[in-house]
């Protein structure tokens, strides 16, 4: 079985660009969660999908920040304008059945870096 | 507001050394706690999911405990081998489904 797949591994864009995350869950996971670490901090939450719908956005940290899920399979996180401070990585993580506290597992990251 | 602590933040070990690592939270209402394991570059893996009904997990040399009512969780590592050097995160999961996490133990186990 597949694990969490992200794409790309790494991206390096100036202030003021646009960038775009791509994250395909496990197959047939309902819930995908977005998590960011910037240097030095731990890792936080941004946002949980269940199936195409939003079911927490609280973490995202302005309106810079855009998530879809089309269909219920892969997502996206939009970054635009990008600014310096959101350098860092940014992890997704699925798991499977909807309201069930089940292990969350995570990709290898984006690591983004905003010149 | 759930806030999670690791200690130590970094730790080395000979080679064949039994050691713990600590994780601790300041709200007791919790699903569950996973421990991760993080290579340099690399994303999380899975070591150990812990129900809040449960006392403890183990996995191979690996064995993490949770007293809930406490806030505290440990992962004890057994014989330690120069593999196991990687960062150890915990993460607890409360009922708005996500996890937060420690920011790391970095462990080193030298040959």
């Known amino acids: 079985e597949a694990g969490v797949t992200q794409f790309p591994s790494h991206s390096v864009i100036e202030k003021g660009q646009t960038v775009t995350l791509r994250c395909d869950p496990i197959?047939?996971?309902?819930?995908l969660y977005w998590y960011r670490r910037v240097m030095g901090k731990e890792i936080k939450f941004l946002l949980h999908?269940?199936?195409?719908?939003?079911?927490?956005e609280s973490g995202m940290p302005n309106n810079r920040f855009l998530a879809e899920r089309t269909g219920g399979t892969y997502s996206t996180l939009k970054v635009q304008p990008a600014e310096l401070e959101d350098s860092g990585v940014y992890f997704c993580?699925?798991?499977?059945?909807?309201?069930?506290?089940?292990?969350?597992?995570f990709g290898p990251g984006t690591r983004l870096t905003v010149l | 507001k759930q806030e999670v602590t690791q200690i130590p933040a970094a730790l080395s070990v000979p080679e064949g050394e039994n050691l713990v690592l600590n994780c601790s939270f300041t709200?007791?209402?919790?699903?569950?706690l996973q421990w991760f394991r993080q290579d340099p570059g690399k994303g999380l893996t899975s070591l150990l999911l812990?129900?809040?009904?449960?006392r403890e997990q183990t996995s191979g040399r690996l064995n993490a405990s949770l007293d809930k009512s406490s806030g505290r969780s440990t992962l004890y590592i057994a014989a330690s081998q120069p593999g196991d050097s990687a960062t150890y995160l915990c993460?607890?999961?409360?009922?708005?489904?996500?996890?937060?996490f420690g920011t790391g133990t970095r462990l080193t186990v030298i040959p």
């Open positions: 999908f269940v199936k195409e719908s939003k079911q927490d």
């Open positions: 709200d007791s209402a919790i699903y569950n």
């Open positions: 197959s047939g996971h309902d819930n």
């Open positions: 812990i129900q809040s009904s449960q």
């Open positions: 993460a607890v999961q409360t009922g708005a489904n996500n996890l937060f």
């Open positions: 993580a699925s798991s499977p059945r909807q309201f069930s506290y089940n292990e969350q597992f």
